[in-house]
């Protein structure tokens, strides 16, 4: 694909009311461009400082007429280039995108499409680049079983695989999933160029979209959406598990005090080892607002909390943070509706010094 060209809108990047002044939020773009539906965005920095987005629109979540968009911020500018398509299947649905680095430079698009009436006929398709996401090569096949899905990037383990988190969705219902939806995680071996599955984990609602953080060479630890329906559920709140022989396998999912409206939520570990969650801190069907909490104690607790996005009848939807090279965290959402993609920007201090709140697991 070429390079797009400059996103001429002033709306393109501005400081939102909802930023404070330590939290820069910038609406990216909307619906008049491609399409009202935009959904979920991720991004990563590439190895030239280019920060690059890759979402899935269109007409809606399960028209035919979905693809993935790529848009780039060139290192240096101010303008996103306008999105164009980077994956496509002809009379087909696509979902969920997730766009990455490798260490050897070559860039990763993995994404889903859709067979079926729900996301329980999906498959999981990838594409490589070898030019910095300028052009794309053909789609392959990652993952036959239907419903076979994933919504993040991969991360590099101490020993040099990249374990990318997928998730089995099961049933018919467009309102919720069913109780034996899972989440594992698809290692893939640089060296010999192979893909393995982990066990599956399974919790008492269902789980999706598990987030894993490597603690050390053999303790992981995953925070994972939950499954079930949509509406407010006392109970709704993240999953967690965990792995003690390097992400090979992993235990049960099991509830935690972290609330939950069955929506997405990210985990990273930053440069320094401090870990950052961001999630909708609602249990209430609401996915607003996005919170981040830090722990600087490798996950036994989080006394550092903060609301980066709080908008009261609007959504901050399936977050994505990355730590760019100058140490700045970045965080990717949707709303309005999953018409307009943000983006907020924030140094690790603007979470640390805000009036901590002691809290754990």
């Not at 290692?187 to 490597?214: C, F, H």
């Not at 792995?243 to 396998?249: E, H, I, L, P």
Request: charge should be negative; include cysteine; hydrophobic fraction near 35%.
């Amino acid at each position: 694909m070429r390079k797009g060209t400059p996103l001429i809108l002033a709306a393109a990047m501005f400081r939102l009311a909802i930023g404070a002044d330590d939290i820069a939020v910038h609406r990216v773009v909307g619906p008049e461009v491609d399409g009202r539906y935009k959904h979920p965005a991720t991004i990563t920095e590439l190895d030239n400082g280019d920060l690059y987005i890759a979402y899935y629109g269109g007409d809606g979540e399960y028209r035919g007429d979905t693809a993935v968009y790529g848009m780039r911020l060139a290192a240096g500018s101010s303008q996103w280039t306008t999105p164009e398509i980077i994956a496509d299947t002809p009379n087909r649905s696509e979902g969920n995108a997730a766009i990455w680095q490798g260490p050897d430079g070559v860039v990763w698009l993995f994404y889903v499409t859709n067979y079926g009436p729900t996301w329980s006929s999906a498959r999981i398709k990838y594409k490589i680049s070898k030019d910095g996401a300028h052009t794309w090569s053909d789609s392959y096949m990652l993952a036959f079983e239907p419903g076979t899905m994933l919504r993040s990037a991969p991360i590099i383990l101490n020993n040099g695989d990249y374990l990318l988190p997928v998730y089995h969705e099961t049933g018919g219902d467009r309102e919720q999933t069913a109780s034996d939806t899972c989440s594992y995680f698809l290692r893939y071996d640089p060296r010999e160029e192979t893909w393995k599955p982990t066990n599956r984990i399974y919790s008492k609602m269902g789980n999706l979209q598990a987030q894993p953080v490597q603690i050390d060479d053999d303790y992981l630890v995953a925070y994972i959406r939950r499954g079930g329906g949509f509406g407010p559920l006392k109970e709704g709140v993240l999953y967690r598990s965990e792995s003690r022989d390097g992400g090979w396998t992993w235990s049960p999912g099991l509830e935690t005090d972290f609330p939950n409206p069955n929506s997405a939520v990210d985990f990273v570990k930053l440069d320094n080892g401090h870990l950052l969650l961001v999630y909708n801190d609602n249990n209430q069907g609401k996915r607003m607002p996005l919170t981040v909490a830090i722990s600087t104690d490798n996950d036994r607790s989080y006394p550092y909390r903060r609301d980066v996005v709080n908008q009261p009848g609007d959504t901050a939807a399936y977050p994505c943070a990355i730590q760019t090279q100058d140490g700045k965290i970045h965080v990717v959402y949707t709303s309005g509706n999953r018409t307009i993609i943000n983006q907020a920007v924030f140094e690790e201090s603007a979470i640390l010094h805000h009036q901590p709140q002691g809290a754990s697991r």
